[in-house]
């Protein structure tokens, strides 16, 4: 297979979309009652295929790639056509061990979400919406260029707008407009940041794929370049002031992202509201987007910023792992708990970035992936209980072991494996990230009592995991209590497609528990390669290095 | 680039210079005379001898017909636009038309038309689609055919739109502020005349009056304006303006001049605190000819001011900034937050967008504030010229690409007026229930207007940012790699870009609310 094989990672989903959506918008009422089951069972098809060619590329079946030893700055499947060529614009794509396991990821949530919300309704136009989803968080992934990197940024939003828009709760509207006013403002100051950093390269000296009205470029591998000689020599790239001004841009835009207390508020709102599908890609991917370009943009390129900031991180990430949590203890909405669990979680993401430790990015890289299984299935769970029981309240009903052996078996496994249990994906990143604070204190020459706030975490974390499946699964004995929202209705099981989800999503939370090494790998390599090729040149002997 | 080529009127190559004007006043003949067409005859004095002469009378069949005027002027416009593409296509010659005492009065260039594309397009577009929606009962109304107004009724309203592109071509050709100010009048009353054309309905006539009175008062104080100009200078060319300008630009007369010139021109691109009359003239209005007042109208009071601004009272020398910076960035500023948060709290649609164009007229002046600021550090932001033909081309097609979704818009909009809806944002409820296509149409129009990618409004305005950041780069960028940060304060021009930006988030009133129940719930 040659180097082109990433196009139509990007191209196919979408288009296919397109053509659906296309397809849908001439039939009436009752002709899209009969298509939603074909179109379903075609995007199905057009998910799995996307997942079959992302696993071939790992096998190396495709390409013949080692994902690992890829040096920094080196891209595999690399392709670059000129887009505007007066600016600088190419459409270039291309993949290395920090895009591929989301790249990957986002293909393998994709059929599981379609098999998980089987019976959405409006299937004819809900499917290809997933799929054009899914088509612009791969292109998010795999753009090697600011601008189409910007491009996909805002194109993820149109779909998750109208997935909450159209097939949302009771305050959708509310819910799909804070969504996209905030991440769409803080990506506006991100976007601003990414202009200034193209006018701020040096127009002197030519540089590659440079636009020829401008004598800039966008292109991500060249600036990067540029910036590793500017950096290494001793330099800060573009000047030591204007280097933090970017690198608080467009942090900004990816915290919000993140999403990291304070800019946390859209992301329970949009998780409550959403339907399942969307909460699934939201928490799934759509979240990771932020910690990538994290790596991808503002460490890779203002090494010297990240160590001005490392505090103001840390201290954020900090912030958001122990407010995440406490704040769950008092939810009485299951999804609005789970939705403050992602905040927590993605905390220990920004933990591990600030700690500025191989491990902890590593374990950062890893907390990407694992959440990014763990968290489809905690909403998974969620969407059947609001999809069977008309309620999402923690006390609407007691004893659901009894009734509901799937739906609490299922549960009971996705909050163990959030909660962090051994053997189960999160408990890696979740020891990791322990490890690289440690060292971070250590290094520091801190008192190590500073690990006591991560640790009482994990602590409240079980507590309310623990507490809420008490409530709803084991509590009342033999007097169960069904929900009164089914008004005496017999309280059903989830459904066939339902059971199967959530055994694809459990069996890959176990794989990758009990051998993280199969993703962790490529993750910590990559690490090894941004030290050796950045980290190291750039800082020298930064504070301590594990 | 050829060299000019210089004609008198009425000599060889004059037709051919001429020819998108030419059609223009010949579709303007065509639209008093046909509709006239009858069995009119004319009786020889003395004789009982009646001659047909075929004007009056019983009129034919094909000359009665309601919808011959839109026909008419829709091809005349479009004949027109397409003629200017085909001299596009053939390699442009410019050609400056001069009297017989050698003053120059019209020039032919790329620049020129373009800005003809836009009107012609524009005005193309509304004449067409407004082919069926000239009612006896006004806004709002499903009638049958024959309760459209009568073709007399119907030739007036079309005779005003073409006088409109032969008014907006003559601004866009015009070398001499008083060839500029004949063509701006004959524009600014068609659209007047436009405006208040539903003198039926009380919202058409306050709008009208508003609209005039307005209007007439700032094309008043900008001709005061342009008197004093000629006062000082003693002449109304603007090649001698700008000789002139750069010799002694900066004593109080010419500035006044600028100053009020700059009012006349405000009201026209609708910035604040000259807008008042915009929201309530494109909610009286027909939708078609809120989106002519919305685009080309607009594009006209923006090439009026890059003629006044930049042509004439440009700064001379690459280390002084123009003298109206200050002036031009304050109003941008001010414009496009009024517009924006304006656009917010409104709930007509019609209003949300005159109110989202006035945001977008201010997004525009400070493109042109930007070209304005001359003063910044060559080495840092590259050649000036180019940086500010970087800017110039932003602002181009910006105005070119806000013809197809403002306008779009509007149209859309127009057809829901005409099935009784669309004067509030609730109308437009279900849209996508009841008219997928329009919704589809108008999602796309209103995330172009908010300017997220992929559309055709996120490269125009970031290619808008991008001068601005540019400019403000060159002009900042030493300070602060010498340090300082607090010298981006000092420069608001990436603030105001910000602004621009982050403030087209009402659009997405309109958007939800097209989109609202189109679930099955």
Same mark, same amino acid.
């Given at each position: 297979?040659d180097?082109?094989?990433?196009?139509?990672?990007?191209?196919?989903?979408?288009?296919?979309?397109?053509?659906?959506? *296309?397809?849908?918008?001439?039939?009436?009422?009752?002709? &899209?009652?009969?298509l939603?089951n074909p179109?379903?069972?075609?995007?199905?098809?057009?998910?799995?295929?996307?997942?079959?060619?992302?696993?071939?590329?790992?096998?190396?079946?495709?390409?013949?790639v080692?994902?690992?030893?890829?040096?920094?700055?080196?891209?595999?499947?690399? $392709?670059?056509?000129?887009?505007?060529?007066s600016?600088?614009?190419?459409?270039?794509v291309?993949?290395?061990?920090?895009?591929?396991?989301?790249?990957?990821?986002?293909t393998?949530?994709?059929?599981? !979400?379609?098999? *998980?919300?089987w019976?959405e309704?409006?299937?004819?136009?809900?499917?290809?919406?997933?799929?054009?989803?899914?088509g612009a968080?791969?292109?998010? =992934?795999?753009s090697?260029d600011?601008?189409?990197?910007?491009?996909?940024?805002?194109?993820?939003?149109?779909?998750m707008f109208f997935?909450i828009?159209?097939?949302?709760g009771?305050? &959708?509207?509310y819910?799909?407009?804070k969504?996209f006013?905030?991440?769409?403002?803080?990506?506006?100051?991100?976007?601003?940041?990414?202009i200034?950093?193209?006018?701020?390269?040096?127009?002197?000296?030519p540089?590659?794929?440079?636009?020829?009205?401008?004598?800039?470029t966008?292109?991500?591998?060249?600036?990067?370049?540029?910036?590793?000689?500017?950096?290494?020599?001793g330099?800060?790239?573009l000047?030591?002031n204007?280097?933090? #001004?970017?690198?608080a841009?467009?942090?900004?835009?990816?915290?919000?992202?993140?999403?990291?207390v304070?800019f946390?508020?859209?992301?329970?709102?949009?998780?409550?509201?959403?339907?399942t599908?969307?909460?699934?890609?939201?928490a799934?991917?759509?979240?990771?987007?932020?910690?990538?370009?994290?790596?991808?943009?503002?460490?890779?390129?203002?090494p $010297?910023?990240?160590?001005?900031?490392q505090?103001?991180?840390?201290?954020i990430?900090?912030?958001?792992?122990v407010?995440?949590a406490?704040?769950c203890?008092g939810q009485t909405?299951?999804?609005?708990?789970?939705?403050?669990?992602?905040?927590?979680?993605?905390?220990?993401i920004?933990v591990?970035?600030?700690?500025?430790?191989?491990?902890?990015?590593a374990?950062?890289?890893?907390m990407?992936?694992?959440h990014?299984?763990?968290?489809p299935?905690?909403?998974?769970?969620c969407?059947?209980?609001? $999809?069977?029981?008309?309620?999402m309240?923690?006390?609407?009903m &007691?004893g659901?072991a009894?009734h509901?052996?799937w739906?609490?078996?299922s549960?009971?496994?996705?909050?163990?494996?959030?909660?962090?249990l051994?053997?189960?994906?999160?408990f890696?990143? %979740?020891?990791?990230?322990?490890i690289?604070?440690?060292?971070?204190l250590?290094? %520091?020459?801190?008192?190590? =009592?500073?690990?006591v706030?991560?640790?009482?975490?994990l602590?409240?974390? *079980?507590?309310y995991?623990?507490?809420?499946?008490?409530? !709803?699964?084991f509590?009342g004995g033999? %007097?169960?209590?069904?929900p009164?929202?089914?008004?005496?209705a017999?309280?059903?099981?989830?459904?066939?497609?339902?059971?199967?989800?959530?055994?694809i999503?459990a069996?890959? +939370?176990? #794989?990758?528990?009990?051998?993280?090494w199969?993703?962790l790998?490529?993750? $910590?390599?990559?690490?090894i390669?941004?030290?050796?090729?950045?980290?190291?040149?750039v800082?020298?002997?930064?504070?301590?290095?594990? | 680039?050829?060299?000019?080529t210089?004609?008198?009127?009425?000599?060889?190559?004059?037709v051919?210079?001429?020819?998108?004007?030419?059609?223009?006043?010949?579709?303007?003949?065509?639209?008093?005379?046909? /509709?006239?067409?009858?069995?009119?005859t004319?009786?020889i004095?003395g004789?009982?001898?009646?001659?047909?002469?075929?004007l009056?009378?019983?009129?034919?069949?094909?000359s009665?017909?309601?919808?011959?005027?839109?026909?008419?002027?829709?091809?005349?416009?479009?004949s027109?636009?397409l003629?200017?593409?085909?001299?596009?296509?053939?390699?442009l010659?410019?050609?400056l038309?001069?009297?017989?005492?050698?003053?120059?009065?019209?020039?032919?260039n790329?620049?020129?038309?373009?800005?003809?594309?836009?009107?012609?397009?524009?005005?193309?577009?509304?004449?067409?689609?407004?082919?069926?929606?000239?009612?006896?009962?006004?806004?709002?109304?499903?009638?049958?055919?024959?309760?459209?107004?009568?073709?007399?009724?119907?030739?007036?309203?079309y005779?005003?739109?073409v006088?409109?592109?032969?008014g907006?071509?003559?601004?866009?050709?015009?070398?001499d502020? =008083?060839?500029?100010?004949?063509?701006?009048?004959?524009?600014?009353?068609?659209?007047y005349?436009?405006?208040a054309?539903l003198k %039926?309905?009380?919202?058409?006539?306050?709008s009208?009056?508003?609209?005039?009175?307005?209007?007439?008062?700032?094309?008043?104080v900008?001709?005061?304006?342009?008197?004093?100009?000629?006062?000082?200078a003693?002449?109304?060319?603007?090649?001698?303006?700008?000789?002139?300008?750069a010799?002694?630009?900066?004593?109080?007369?010419p500035?006044?001049?600028?100053g009020?010139?700059?009012?006349?021109?405000?009201?026209?691109?609708?910035?604040? /605190?000259?807008?008042f009359a915009?929201?309530?003239?494109?909610?009286?209005?027909?939708?078609?000819?809120?989106?002519?007042l919305a685009?080309?109208?607009?594009?006209?009071?923006?090439l009026?001011?890059?003629?006044?601004?930049?042509? @004439?009272?440009?700064p001379?020398?690459?280390?002084?900034?123009?003298?109206?910076l200050v002036?031009?960035?304050?109003?941008?500023?001010?414009?496009?937050?009024?517009?924006?948060?304006?656009?917010?709290?409104?709930?007509?649609p019609k209003r949300?967008?005159?109110?989202?164009?006035? *945001?977008h007229?201010?997004?525009m002046?400070?493109?042109?504030?930007?070209?304005g600021?001359?003063?910044?550090?060559?080495?840092?932001a590259?050649?000036?010229?180019a940086?500010?033909?970087?800017?110039? +081309?932003?602002?181009?097609?910006h105005?070119v690409?806000l @013809?197809?979704?403002?306008l779009?818009a509007?149209l859309?909009?127009s057809?829901?007026?005409?099935?009784?809806?669309g004067?509030?944002?609730?109308?437009?409820?279900?849209?996508?229930k009841?008219?997928?296509?329009l919704?589809?149409?108008?999602?796309?129009?209103?995330?172009?207007?908010?300017?997220?990618?992929?559309?055709?409004?996120f490269?125009?305005?970031?290619?808008?940012?991008?001068?601005?950041?540019?400019?403000?780069?060159?002009d900042?960028?030493?300070?602060i790699?010498?340090?300082g940060?607090y010298?981006?304060?000092?420069?608001?021009?990436?603030? @105001?870009?910000?602004?621009?930006?982050?403030?087209?988030?009402?659009?997405?009133?309109?958007?939800l609310?097209s989109?609202? &129940?189109?679930?099955?719930?």
């Amino acid at each position: 297979m040659d180097d082109w094989i990433s196009m139509p990672l990007v191209g196919f989903p979408l288009v296919a979309s397109i053509v659906l959506l *296309a397809f849908v918008s001439n039939a009436n009422e009752s002709m &899209r009652r009969r298509l939603a089951n074909p179109i379903r069972m075609a995007t199905l098809v057009f998910s799995l295929v996307l997942l079959v060619i992302t696993t071939g590329m790992f096998f190396q079946y495709f390409g013949n790639v080692s994902w690992e030893g890829i040096s920094f700055n080196n891209y595999e499947f690399l $392709h670059r056509y000129s887009w505007m060529e007066s600016l600088g614009i190419h459409w270039s794509v291309g993949m290395d061990a920090l895009s591929f396991p989301m790249v990957w990821l986002t293909t393998f949530l994709l059929p599981v !979400t379609i098999i *998980a919300t089987w019976n959405e309704k409006n299937g004819a136009t809900y499917f290809p919406i997933l799929l054009a989803m899914g088509g612009a968080l791969i292109g998010v =992934f795999v753009s090697l260029d600011l601008f189409m990197f910007y491009v996909f940024w805002e194109l993820t939003l149109i779909p998750m707008f109208f997935l909450i828009l159209v097939w949302g709760g009771a305050d &959708r509207k509310y819910a799909s407009q804070k969504f996209f006013i905030y991440t769409f403002t803080a990506s506006v100051v991100m976007l601003l940041g990414l202009i200034t950093l193209y006018f701020f390269q040096d127009p002197v000296n030519p540089l590659d794929y440079a636009g020829s009205m401008t004598g800039r470029t966008f292109d991500i591998p060249t600036i990067t370049q540029h910036a590793l000689m500017e950096n290494s020599n001793g330099n800060w790239y573009l000047g030591a002031n204007i280097q933090k #001004v970017l690198f608080a841009m467009l942090m900004l835009g990816f915290l919000v992202k993140l999403p990291a207390v304070p800019f946390h508020t859209w992301l329970p709102d949009a998780h409550v509201q959403a339907p399942t599908g969307g909460s699934m890609l939201l928490a799934g991917v759509m979240l990771k987007m932020g910690a990538y370009g994290m790596f991808r943009l503002p460490i890779s390129l203002f090494p $010297h910023a990240l160590q001005y900031f490392q505090l103001a991180l840390l201290i954020i990430g900090m912030v958001s792992l122990v407010w995440g949590a406490i704040v769950c203890l008092g939810q009485t909405n299951l999804k609005k708990m789970v939705a403050y669990s992602s905040v927590s979680h993605m905390g220990v993401i920004l933990v591990g970035i600030a700690t500025m430790q191989p491990m902890g990015w590593a374990a950062a890289l890893f907390m990407m992936f694992a959440h990014g299984i763990i968290s489809p299935m905690l909403f998974a769970v969620c969407g059947a209980f609001k $999809h069977h029981y008309h309620s999402m309240e923690i006390g609407a009903m &007691r004893g659901m072991a009894k009734h509901s052996p799937w739906l609490a078996t299922s549960m009971m496994f996705a909050w163990m494996a959030s909660l962090g249990l051994p053997l189960l994906a999160g408990f890696v990143a %979740e020891i990791m990230m322990f490890i690289a604070l440690w060292y971070f204190l250590a290094a %520091e020459g801190w008192s190590v =009592f500073w690990m006591v706030g991560p640790a009482l975490v994990l602590a409240v974390t *079980a507590a309310y995991y623990l507490w809420s499946m008490q409530r !709803t699964i084991f509590e009342g004995g033999d %007097e169960t209590q069904p929900p009164s929202s089914l008004h005496g209705a017999p309280v059903p099981d989830i459904a066939n497609p339902e059971k199967l989800a959530m055994l694809i999503l459990a069996f890959f +939370t176990i #794989v990758f528990g009990v051998m993280p090494w199969i993703a962790l790998d490529m993750m $910590h390599d990559w690490t090894i390669q941004i030290f050796e090729g950045l980290i190291l040149p750039v800082l020298g002997n930064f504070n301590g290095g594990a | 680039m050829s060299e000019i080529t210089t004609i008198e009127p009425f000599t060889e190559g004059f037709v051919e210079a001429l020819l998108p004007e030419l059609i223009l006043f010949t579709g303007m003949l065509l639209l008093i005379l046909v /509709p006239n067409l009858g069995k009119g005859t004319f009786r020889i004095p003395g004789t009982q001898l009646r001659l047909p002469w075929l004007l009056g009378g019983t009129r034919f069949k094909f000359s009665s017909d309601p919808r011959l005027p839109a026909w008419i002027a829709s091809i005349t416009l479009g004949s027109a636009f397409l003629n200017v593409l085909y001299v596009f296509s053939q390699g442009l010659e410019r050609v400056l038309i001069v009297s017989e005492s050698g003053k120059e009065l019209l020039l032919i260039n790329g620049f020129s038309r373009i800005f003809e594309l836009i009107f012609f397009g524009a005005l193309a577009l509304a004449a067409f689609s407004s082919m069926n929606r000239l009612q006896v009962k006004g806004i709002g109304s499903k009638i049958p055919e024959n309760e459209l107004y009568n073709n007399r009724r119907q030739a007036d309203f079309y005779i005003l739109m073409v006088t409109c592109a032969l008014g907006m071509s003559v601004v866009a050709l015009a070398q001499d502020l =008083f060839v500029l100010f004949i063509g701006l009048e004959l524009a600014s009353f068609s659209t007047y005349v436009l405006v208040a054309f539903l003198k %039926e309905s009380k919202v058409g006539v306050e709008s009208g009056m508003k609209y005039f009175i307005v209007g007439s008062v700032a094309s008043g104080v900008g001709l005061y304006g342009l008197s004093m100009l000629y006062l000082w200078a003693g002449s109304l060319q603007f090649s001698v303006l700008a000789a002139t300008f750069a010799v002694s630009g900066t004593t109080a007369l010419p500035l006044i001049g600028i100053g009020f010139v700059l009012v006349g021109f405000g009201f026209k691109v609708s910035a604040a /605190p000259f807008h008042f009359a915009a929201p309530d003239a494109y909610a009286g209005a027909m939708s078609p000819v809120a989106g002519v007042l919305a685009t080309a109208s607009k594009a006209m009071g923006m090439l009026g001011l890059v003629r006044m601004l930049l042509i @004439v009272a440009a700064p001379e020398s690459s280390d002084g900034s123009a003298v109206w910076l200050v002036c031009l960035g304050a109003m941008a500023a001010v414009t496009m937050t009024w517009g924006n948060l304006a656009a917010l709290g409104s709930d007509n649609p019609k209003r949300m967008l005159a109110y989202s164009s006035v *945001a977008h007229a201010g997004y525009m002046l400070a493109a042109l504030t930007a070209v304005g600021a001359w003063n910044w550090d060559a080495a840092v932001a590259g050649d000036a010229s180019a940086a500010a033909v970087a800017v110039m +081309t932003a602002l181009l097609f910006h105005l070119v690409v806000l @013809v197809a979704f403002k306008l779009g818009a509007f149209l859309v909009l127009s057809i829901l007026e005409s099935e009784g809806g669309g004067s509030r944002l609730s109308s437009l409820g279900g849209l996508a229930k009841r008219e997928p296509l329009l919704a589809v149409a108008m999602f796309i129009f209103m995330i172009s207007l908010a300017g997220v990618p992929p559309m055709a409004g996120f490269l125009s305005k970031l290619l808008v940012i991008m001068g601005i950041v540019r400019v403000a780069v060159g002009d900042m960028g030493a300070e602060i790699s010498d340090g300082g940060i607090y010298a981006l304060g000092d420069h608001a021009l990436g603030l @105001v870009a910000c602004l621009a930006y982050g403030h087209q988030l009402s659009h997405f009133r309109l958007l939800l609310s097209s989109c609202r &129940r189109c679930d099955v719930l």
